[in-house]
């Protein structure tokens, strides 16, 4: 995730970059941002000038939104419904592998006190019985590693779905709305992002409608 996040920057940085180099035109024309469209205005100063100065071809008119990752994760229902189940099989897990390691440990105990009472007839019935509860130990690590697998498989499965449907979404929702761009706003890797670009409760509200 944390690699993600710093791709995801780099790229809004790019892409910001890419934006004002090139928004400019053969008048000494800027650009300046007016809710989603972005148009060409006269410079207002020596550094919208610079601006200007910078790019060689036009890029006007531009359609721009973002969506609020962590808020639309907060209150897609999907979403909020794989949480749930994820918490819900970590606990049983949890609870299962405890219940299991508790019960091998009292076992573990009763052989020590066996040891020191001398109740085994042979050293070889000693033996034995460590064997018996060194093989179950395995046999513990070897589930708590399968249900571990188990659990994350489950979770890619899930998330996988969840982005399929949110990516499947935002196609058919920007095929009426016509952005040429929908930027992803994940934590802090936006350093500033006008509120009225926003459109994170639309795609929310169209999400939830389909389930």
Partial sequence: MKTTKKFMLLAALV??????T????????ACSCSQTDIECTEPSDSSATAIAHAGS???CNIRIAYVDYDSLLTKYKFAQEIQ????R????????IENERKSLQEEAAAF???????VFATQERAQAEYEKIMKKDQELLQR???????L???RNTKYNELTLNINNYIQEYNSEKKYDFILTKIGGNMLYANDALNITDDIVKGLNAKK
């Avoid at 749930?84 to 918490?87: F, S």
């Avoid at 708590?144 to 188990?150: C, R």
Wanted: one cysteine or more; glycine letters at 0%; a negative charge.
């Fill in 15 to 20: 892409f910001t970059q890419l934006l004002f």
């Fill in 22 to 29: 090139q928004c400019s035109s053969n008048n000494d024309k």
């Fill in 57 to 59: 071809h036009p890029v």
């Fill in 84 to 87: 749930k189940e994820l918490i």
């Fill in 89 to 96: 099989k970590e606990m049983s897990f949890n609870n299962t």
């Fill in 112 to 118: 020590e006190q066996k040891v020191q009472n001398n």
């Fill in 144 to 150: 708590s590693q399968s249900m571990i697998a188990e």
């Fill in 152 to 154: 994350e498989e489950y």
